[in-house]
């Protein structure tokens, strides 16, 4: 649907500077300039600063240190983006049907402009239309109450909701009478989360920002910090620059990863000359990096073999649990097979390993590059395996971190948004609140999305996100939603997922971060946890988008208190309060985590500390919460049985791996326009996102030229027919066998079978694919 404004021969531009730079203060002002100028200019400096607001662009920590700026480009366009003087109001749907409004495109939708006021689908005008908040709530209380049973109702939550909201959310769903709780983690770090609790003890990060300081070595695996993390970047030049060795595993050669050009240093802008990121890149076939840490793990024993001074001995006799059967496991492990699922030459997977023992303190870091595949949790595993084989837990400098992506996605699964709640947050819920919340599992994403299309969900209520396009199968999801008895979506701007709402649809209109927030209790202010665990305030201060938002906690609470009521079940919940004063919803926070959470101890008071607080994380103290008491080494073999193979025997060895990926103007689902026609800077592509990344030697096996367009076929056995049409091949430095190209427009040609096994997540990064010329 995207509509390129100028025919172009070839959308390619290469870009042979550094990420960062000029391009990267040209892009902010360009954000400034296609929006508003004024409202974001006044958020900017307050960005990541204490008393400040959180960046709503991603959750890579704050910095410890005094910075007179800690945003990038991308906060820069998140924040414009948001602060917009472009309104989606009552009279604009009025003149706008649906199935006029499906046509626009991703970033159409978008720049129609913030959400105004309270809407209510009306099924005769195919619009939506404006409703007052207290009916708005009564129509959604009634429908869910109208359900035969609670699970007929799935809560989405998207991770940018703030403690304050997200808390009461999963009390509403628990009290309602549910754990359908999908969240946005169940599309991301989902894999990592499961990885860790099961080898460390605790699913998050065991690193802060200040470890950065003192690695040897970096290891990133899966991950494009120069457009999904640029803070990061900072931090890997700084630690270049003293000398630390930076290696990236990564199937395209991301310019962003080879150098940078600190857009705060004026000599490395002025001059465009930058600091090299990574020393060593090592191009792993897509899905190979299994194989390939298992390499690595392989060199690393047979130097100790040589030598018996590599591995960390005594942390290994003291600390871990399983080290004999995964060492056996590694050495039955053939170099052809590691080599041949790598996609790796044995050289260059002993150079890895020479640099890891070289390096007395390392950081492994990683994205949705391991997480969105079948074998993510081994791979992740693998990773932990060859992490504590030198003791890199729990010292200065070393560690492993999953680097998270919603601001808030962390935080919300800390006070308890998730499907498979822990028995301790439950017992919490009990203790505090008298009522007994459901113990049984809910549905995760990919269960939500099935329980839509197979009937069985009746109702949808989201807390921000664009759920139907941010999962598999988009078309058939959102077909199948109209069905729904209810849609309730809280949002701060139109997305495609509104669109096509159930027989009560409602769109309910939110206050942004960058807002101020007002309520009978005072000024509020809320409170976010990134992915080092730093817990930290964040106060909006802008004027609201309009007079008639709400802020998420107060929608939030409204929306349980008209559903619940004083209920004999639920009469020790004062909804009303927590939507007054949020200190409130804090000190329910600090009892409920007493017996379930640590380091949640005087929430109200530290939480006014400049820079927030750590949450202690029980594996950076050696502390292993695990079955066995030990950090625990995995023993694994490389699976024969994958995606690609079962896709290849039954289609042939036609088949390419298709990863999805981000573009450098978008923020997951949301497209943006940017008018000098840039779309992804750093991989060159201008004025189309219709493009597929493949290497010369695909094409010229398969017999296509660069620049050919393309139709893109899912091969998938399930019979049902997803394909995506018009897409231009663009030569690129990836693997023969993979091709690379974007979301949110490529993920039709996603089953939701196609999944990581145990987490779920879907293998948005492993979809086997043939390509057709196009008709
Ligand atoms: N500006 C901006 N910032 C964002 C976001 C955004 O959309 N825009 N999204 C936020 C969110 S929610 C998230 S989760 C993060 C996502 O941040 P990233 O994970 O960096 O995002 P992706 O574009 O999915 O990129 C994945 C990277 O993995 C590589 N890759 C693909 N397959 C494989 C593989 O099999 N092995 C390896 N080793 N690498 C592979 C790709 O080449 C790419 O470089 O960013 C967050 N920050
Ligand atoms: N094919 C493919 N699909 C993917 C991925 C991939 O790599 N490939 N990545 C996955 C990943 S990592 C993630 S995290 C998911 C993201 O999935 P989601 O979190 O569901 O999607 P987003 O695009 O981040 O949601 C954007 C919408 O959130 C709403 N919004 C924005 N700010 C706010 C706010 O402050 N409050 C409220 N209430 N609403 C707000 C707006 O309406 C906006 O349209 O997508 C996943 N989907
Ligand atoms: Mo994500």
């Known amino acids: 649907m995207y509509r390129p404004e100028f025919t172009v021969q070839h959308p390619i531009r290469f870009y042979d500077k550094p990420a960062g730079g000029l391009g990267s203060l040209h892009g902010t002002a360009k954000a400034l300039r296609s929006n508003s100028a004024v409202p974001a200019l006044k958020v900017l400096p307050q960005l990541n600063q204490p008393g400040g607001v959180d960046c709503p662009g991603c959750a890579y920590p704050d910095s410890p240190k005094d910075k007179l700026v800690d945003f990038c480009e991308q906060g820069a366009w998140a924040i414009a983006h948001e602060s917009t003087l472009r309104r989606a109001t009552p009279a604009f749907f009025a003149a706008n049907r649906l199935s006029a409004l499906r046509k626009h495109a991703e970033w159409e939708l978008e720049a129609f402009g913030r959400l105004t006021a309270p809407m209510l689908y009306d099924g005769v005008s195919d619009t939506y239309r404006e409703i007052a908040w207290d009916d708005a709530f009564r129509l959604a209380a009634g429908a869910l109450n109208a359900l035969d ?97 930076i290696a990236a595993f990564n199937p395209m050669l991301e310019p962003g990863l080879r150098g940078f050009a600190d857009p705060q240093s004026p000599v490395e802008t002025l001059t465009g000359r930058g600091t090299r990121i990574a020393d060593e890149y090592f191009q792993v076939r897509v899905g190979g990096d299994l194989a390939a840490i298992t390499g690595i793990c392989k060199a690393v024993l047979e130097a100790d073999d040589a030598s018996g001074k590599v591995l960390d001995r005594d942390f290994i006799a003291r600390h871990t649990s399983g080290f004999e059967q995964f060492a056996a496991a590694v050495r039955a492990q053939g170099w052809p097979q590691i080599v041949l699922d790598s996609g790796l030459p044995r050289e260059q997977l002993e150079k890895a390993a020479a640099m890891y023992i070289a390096s007395n303190a390392t950081i492994a870091t990683w994205c949705m590059g391991l997480t969105q595949h079948e074998y993510a949790i081994e791979t992740i595993q693998m990773l932990v395996n060859l992490m504590l ?78 759920f139907a396009v941010a999962g598999p199968d988009t078309p058939r999801v959102l077909e ?208 189309t996102r219709k493009v597929l990344f493949i290497s010369a030697a695909t094409m010229t096996r398969l017999g296509f030229e660069d620049g050919q367009t393309v139709d893109v076929h899912a091969a998938s056995p399930d019979g049902i027919e997803r394909r995506c049409n018009g897409y231009q091949l663009v030569r690129y430095d990836v693997p023969e066998g993979d091709v690379f190209g974007y979301f949110p427009e490529l ?29």
């Not at 939701?752 to 086997?768: I, M, Q």
């Open 149 to 245: 049973a609670p699970d007929r109702a799935v809560f989405y939550a998207s991770g940018r909701s703030s403690n304050e909201a997200a808390f009461p959310y999963q009390l509403f769903a628990r009290a309602f009478g549910t754990n359908n709780m999908p969240d946005s983690s169940n599309y991301c770090h989902e894999s990592s989360g499961m990885a860790l609790g099961a080898t460390l003890g605790v699913g998050k990060a065991t690193v802060t920002r200040e470890d950065f300081e003192h690695a040897d070595a970096i290891f990133v695996f899966g991950q494009n910090p120069a457009t999904n993390h640029p803070r990061m970047l900072g931090d890997l030049r700084e630690a270049a620059l003293r000398g630390a060795r």
């Open 389 to 466: 084989l030198r003791g890199n837990v729990g010292k200065p400098g070393a560690g492993l971190m999953p680097v998270r992506g919603h601001s808030n996605v962390q935080g919300d699964r800390t006070v308890g948004v998730t499907n498979r709640p822990k028995k301790e947050w439950l017992e919490g819920l009990e203790r505090v609140f008298g009522f007994t919340p459901p113990a049984q599992h809910g549905l995760d994403a990919v269960a939500a999305i099935k329980g839509i299309m197979d009937g069985s969900v009746h109702a949808f209520l989201g807390l921000g996100g664009n």
């Open 480 to 687: 199948a939603m109209e069905q729904l008895q209810l849609t309730v979506h809280i949002a701060t701007k139109l997305n495609r997922t509104h669109l096509h709402p159930g027989r009560v649809g409602l769109l309910l209109p939110c206050l942004s971060r960058t807002e101020r927030d007002e309520q009978e209790g005072g000024r509020q202010f809320v409170s976010v946890e990134d992915t080092a665990s730093m817990v930290h305030a964040s106060a909006g201060r802008s004027d609201p988008a309009s007079e008639k938002l709400r802020s998420e906690p107060h929608i939030v609470t409204e929306l349980a208190r008209h559903t619940l009521g004083d209920g004999a079940h639920t009469a020790g919940i004062d909804w009303q309060a927590m939507g007054r004063d949020y200190s409130i919803t804090r000190g329910l926070i600090e009892q409920v985590a007493q017996t379930a959470v640590a380091g949640f101890e005087q929430y109200n008071q530290r939480i006014t500390a400049p820079r927030g607080f750590h949450l202690p994380n029980s594996a950076r103290n050696r502390d292993w919460r695990t079955a066995s008491g030990k950090a625990q080494f995995t023993a694994i073999a490389l699976p024969q049985d994958t995606i690609m193979r079962r896709a290849r025997a039954v289609f042939g060895d036609e088949v390419l791996c298709l990863a999805t990926v981000r573009a450098h103007r978008q923020y997951n689902t949301t497209v943006y326009r940017d008018t000098t026609g840039e779309v992804d800077r750093y991989r060159g592509v201008h004025h």
């Open 747 to 775: 993920t039709p040609l996603i089953s939701p079978d196609l999944v990581a096994r145990g987490s779920l997540t879907p293998a948005f990064k492993e979809v086997p694919v043939l390509l057709k010329p196009a008709e």
